[in-house]
């Protein structure tokens, strides 16, 4: 009964009227090892993103990531990692992203690191969280000079439908760096494939 209480919310959610609310919408789906990870995205603007990560190559979680929209092609190096913090329902973390664009200009290539905190349970195999971000940005021209760029707002829930699959949902929205002025708020259905 679960599986198709979930199964009847994703097709809620991609359905046209339901995605008239959100600027972007995506489904993702990853294949994951317990040191490896491949995931296809594919965004309501036909952009196609494809990434690549690790877990076990660095103390810290690896991943690249080739996006292309439009006919221009846009790269990503991440390095982060999460934690929980002790034994309450918290956790936080931080990332940094080299991305750099196929014009190769020093003004598009930019590191951005983002610190993040949140809160997850697990109540029945459904583990719903909400994350708040802040970015720090700085260009290849002045690599030193961080400038806080923007922070996000994140709520989700991941389901484990069983021992091999993960179903994500979640909804994010960028916001200004002091939370306020509401910017792009998109919608993405994840399912994970374990192997």
Sequence with gaps: MKHIAIFAVAAMISTSAMAADYDNTSVKITAKTDAFHISMKAPETGAQELALGSSTLAPVDLEAKWTRNSGVENYELKAGKSMDLGLTP??????????????????????????????????????????????????QNEITDFDRNSSYLEVGATYAMNTALDMKVSVSEARAVDFANPGDRQIEVGFTVKF
């Excluded at 936080?92 to 809160?119: E, K, L, M, N, Q």
């Excluded at 195999?125 to 708040?132: C, H, K, L, R």
């Design 90 to 139: 918290l956790y936080a973390g931080a990332s940094a992203v080299y991305a750099f664009g196929d014009s190769y200009t020093s003004d598009t290539r930019t590191v951005t690191v983002t610190p993040h905190i949140g809160a997850s349970t697990d109540v029945m195999g459904i583990a719903p969280y909400a994350e708040v971000g802040l970015a720090f940005q700085a260009t």
